[in-house]
């Protein structure tokens, strides 16, 4: 019996799906199961566009990341970046530390798989780490701002409220793929500069309160 080929229309799917944004299992099954058929296909043509095929198969899903850059003393010619790098601010790289170790303890504490967590929950997890301020509704609005950052990031989806539930604060999922950008490296550097962070608080706290001075 001759091997059973994909069709074409399959792969640009798959093709133009992956350039856009990251591909889950649970937003379309056909297109996932199509991916896990095609997947050396696709891997050889982004990687004619300096790409990599990143595919989780235990967490469903996949994405496109730019290959890592030559070194220094490598002759070999520097390709542009199809996937541009994000420079993130202090606000967005704490949401997003903060979120991924809600996500470890979530695992470790096994159970259901998919982390939802409230609009209110998500700002108790970062007002303890800003420094306190008169206006707490301009706090509010400032934690806001970064969710909406991260959202747009595509590590956190706001859930549609159930039908007919009363109106109350936004829900949000804690999208997998935060696991595959925020590593273990990632983290503890991220712990390091927190530190040096809380200091700066503390020394700030202590000059407010008129400690330390003669």
Same mark, same amino acid.
């Given at each position: 019996?001759?091997p ?20 889950y299992?649970d ?8 991916l ?6 696709? $891997?050889? +043509? ?8 990143? !595919?989780? #198969?235990?967490?469903? +899903? ?5 290959? &890592? #850059? &030559?070194?220094?003393d490598?002759?070999?010619p520097? *390709?542009?970046? *199809? ?12 949401l ?17 798989? $998919? ?8 700002? #108790? !997890?970062?007002? %303890?780490?800003? &420094? ?9 609005d400032q934690? #806001?701002?970064?969710?909406?950052? %991260? ?7 706001? *859930?549609? &409220? ?8 936004a829900? +949000? /999922?804690?999208? $997998? ?9 990632? !983290?503890?550097?991220f ?5 040096? +962070?809380?200091?700066? !608080? ?7 309160e008129?400690?330390?001075? /003669?």
């Amino acid at each position: 019996m001759p091997p059973i080929v994909a069709p074409a229309a399959d792969l640009s799917v798959l093709l133009i799906s992956l350039l856009k944004s990251v591909l889950y299992r649970d937003d379309d099954e056909r297109l996932w199961a199509a991916l896990l058929n095609l997947q050396a296909r696709v $891997r050889d +043509y982004v990687a004619v566009l300096n790409l990599d095929l990143v !595919l989780d #198969e235990a967490e469903g +899903y996949a994405f496109l990341k730019s290959r &890592p #850059e &030559p070194a220094d003393d490598d002759t070999s010619p520097r *390709l542009p970046r *199809l996937v541009a790098r994000r420079a993130l601010s202090f606000a967005v790289s704490l949401l997003l530390a903060l979120l991924r170790k809600k996500l470890a303890e979530f695992d470790a504490g096994g159970g259901d798989t $998919r982390l939802v967590l409230s609009r209110d929950d998500i700002v #108790e !997890l970062v007002r %303890v780490f800003l &420094p306190d301020g008169p206006n707490e509704a301009k706090l509010i609005d400032q934690i #806001e701002t970064t969710i909406n950052k %991260v959202a747009e990031l595509g590590f956190l989806q706001k *859930l549609k &409220p159930a039908s007919g539930a009363a109106a109350g604060p936004a829900s +949000y /999922e804690v999208r $997998r793929i935060l696991k595959a950008f925020v590593d273990a490296q990632w !983290l503890a550097e991220f712990d390091a500069r927190l530190a040096v +962070y809380h200091s700066q !608080l503390a020394g700030v706290a202590l000059v407010k309160e008129g400690i330390g001075h /003669e």
